[in-house]
């Protein structure tokens, strides 16, 4: 016997009135934050420019509300739609769909919650294949650039993350580096297509060759292009060096549609050569007294909306779209380094084709007409243009200068000039003033660290209260709309890495906390 509902609900008119009220709240709240359409935040997110993109993606994402990923068994869609994300992303980047059972040049994939679940599964596979539990060994190689996923993987996994240095001037790894860090532990190389610091692509076919010659095939390479997956193989022109699916010694490759596949947050893919490696990360038990648990991804329940805003996106541009939209990418990017170089006291860091712009202060001028990055990206917001400071990075070949990182999407293209008016009076405003300085809440501490009478043990002792007080000085200094992130960049840099990352973690808490 079916039951209608009443005609009338009484919970209906309280829903209304109290969601009208959290609506507007969000309303208001989202006014207050940076735009993620236009093209004024160049890092972040990232925007076609193409309004029917966003209502396609709306729109699919509504069809599916409500569908839980967890059992594609029951929701069928979920089998459908995950599985054509991974057919056309696999075509993309250059994947065999095999030839059947026992091809292990077979590429499988699984869609995730983002670029660093993709990354961390990837790791788990790698230390699956070699044999490897938890505690017991298994590194990972990567360049000092990679993305910081695959630290965070290291440390959840149980695994040792030995990062390879770069040339302090290009911020690139050679292979010959890269392949000297291998050893018996090591389970997994990685290279960045692109790197998101500094936008060089790493030589991942020559890593690839120098793997197949000397090392243990249970070693896997994986190719991060979270970021330039969906972007370089459209790029025009090409990017000149083979990175993807097409090198046969590549076990995995991890790419983001919520990057250049311009889907909303969070979409990632993860394709993986082989059946073993592809299910070597997955979940799966019957040893409790529910129902069989299969997981292919971290998460157990999960909305269908991400994944089907994705594919309808996809399957909306196809690749002439795609194309078109790398496209608009290539010229942008270029017409903005081409006016940034000309910025008298900044330097353009020398990069592969791609999206990603670095730009350091330029060393070859005098103190007096030199622009320090973080100034000059703080300015910039003020200004209406929001640019991504990073901090120096220190190793023992050279240090990686202070700077700033800007990521290129097609709707760039119909700002340049406005970019470039705000880059240009930006630099003008700050050309010639000293380094920024920590905020006064580290003075003692830093000065304490300098001279020796506090070690970074001491710090990293610390109970969390003491810490979250630290801290919350910072926030009272920053927090006025002029002071910009500059300052807390300055302290970061002065401390012990691992001293710095408590410290940031606990500002970013304070901040959520309120």
Not at 106 to 116: D, M
Not at 175 to 188: E, P, S, Y
Not at 218 to 235: K, M, N
Not at 475 to 495: F, V
Request: hydrophobic share 45%; with cysteine.
């Amino acid at each position: 016997m079916t039951v209608e509902p009443p005609d009338t609900d009484p919970l209906d008119a309280l829903i209304a009135r109290r969601g009208e009220a959290a609506l507007e709240t969000l309303a208001a709240l989202r006014a207050s934050d940076p735009p993620t359409t236009g093209g004024r935040v160049l890092s972040y997110v990232y925007d076609s420019g193409i309004v029917g993109v966003d209502r396609v993606a709306v729109r699919a994402a509504g069809l599916a509300h409500g569908v839980n990923g967890l059992d594609p068994t029951v929701f069928g869609s979920v089998a459908w739609i995950h599985g054509g994300i991974v057919a056309r992303v696999r075509t993309i980047l250059g994947g065999d769909p095999g030839d059947g059972p026992g091809d292990d040049d077979e590429v499988h994939g699984v869609v995730t919650s983002g670029g660093t679940e993709s990354c961390i599964l990837a790791c788990l596979a790698a230390r699956e294949v070699a044999g490897r539990v938890p505690g017991s060994g298994g590194t990972i190689v990567a360049p000092v650039t990679v993305h910081a996923a695959f630290r965070k993987a290291a440390h959840v996994l149980g695994m040792r993350f030995v990062g390879v240095e770069v040339d302090p001037a290009s911020g690139r790894v050679s292979a010959a580096d890269l392949l000297g860090a291998v050893d018996r532990d090591t389970c997994l190389v990685v290279c960045s297509a692109s790197s998101y610091p500094t936008g060089v692509i790493d030589p991942v076919e020559q890593v690839a060759a120098g793997l197949n010659a000397y090392h243990d095939p249970r070693i896997g390479l994986h190719v991060d292009a979270c970021l330039g997956g969906l972007v370089l193989p459209f790029w025009p022109g090409g990017v000149g060096s083979t990175w993807d699916l097409r090198i046969k010694r590549v076990t995995s490759i991890s790419a983001d549609l919520h990057k250049y596949g311009f889907a909303p947050k969070g979409t990632s893919v993860l394709l993986s050569r082989g059946r073993a490696r592809h299910r070597a990360s997955w979940f799966s038990t019957v040893d409790w007294p529910g129902y069989p648990v299969v997981n292919p991804t971290l998460s157990g329940s999960k909305p269908l909306e991400p994944a089907a805003a994705a594919w309808a996106v996809l399957e909306a541009l196809g690749d002439d779209g795609q194309a078109e939209l790398a496209a608009r990418t290539a010229r942008a990017t270029a017409r903005l380094v081409e006016g940034l170089s000309g910025i008298e006291g900044l330097r353009v860091i020398d990069s592969d084709p791609g999206p990603l712009i670095a730009v350091v202060a330029d060393g070859s001028v005098e103190d007096a007409r030199r622009v320090h990055p973080h100034l000059w990206a703080d300015e910039c917001g003020r200004r209406g243009i929001a640019v991504q400071a990073q901090p120096a990075y220190r190793q023992e070949r050279g240090e990686l200068p202070s700077s700033s990182h800007l990521t290129i999407t097609p709707v760039t293209e119909r700002l340049t000039d406005e970019i470039l008016t705000v880059a240009r009076a930006s630099a003008d405003a700050v050309r010639g003033l000293p380094d920024p300085s920590p905020p006064a809440a580290f003075a003692d501490v830093l000065a304490a660290l300098e001279a020796g009478a506090l070690s970074p043990g001491d710090l990293l002792a610390l109970p969390e209260d003491d810490v979250h007080a630290m801290v919350s000085g910072v926030l009272g200094e920053t927090g006025g709309d002029d002071d910009g992130m500059a300052p807390l960049l300055a302290a970061i840099e002065r401390l012990p890495a691992e001293v710095g990352a408590r410290l940031v973690r606990a500002y970013l808490a304070a901040v959520m906390e309120g």
